[in-house]
């Protein structure tokens, strides 16, 4: 259950992000925000807002479905599915990520942690390191 209307707000808008509003990132976060994912380490909303710029410019289409959060004291953690396509990775074909957020916040979103497995988001559908990867994920399993 959400009791906040700022994490209401942010998953309304995350859930219908797409590169024709990323206008809409700065009615969530705050002016200062801190932004942590497993490829940058971001401060403030106009760099974060070039950071989604820059990972839209090539995407077919990205999507993010939030399946599940738990919201205490003006901090949350978002379970969600990322579903996207890229004209230069896996054929173009879709690929779904299972990730999580942490968020804190006060009026907006002032810090934003995105924990996501790399191998699942983009190594395994490369072709060469895909391969590798693919491989010593059977080997542990056997």
Known sequence: MMNS????????????????????????????????DAVEKIQGIDALTAYFEHLYEN??????IIDNMVEQNGQACLIWRMEYAHHKINSGKMISVDGCSF?????????HRDYVDMGQMLYEHLPVIGRVIKGIKSKVKA
């Open 5 to 36: 209307p700022v994490l209401a707000n942010f998953c309304r808008i995350y859930q219908s992000l797409s590169r024709d509003n990323l206008h809409q990132l700065k009615a969530v976060y705050s002016q200062h925000v801190e932004f942590v």
């Open 103 to 111: 968020v804190k916040f006060s009026d907006k979103i002032d810090f």
């Open 59 to 64: 995407m077919k289409y990205c999507r993010f």
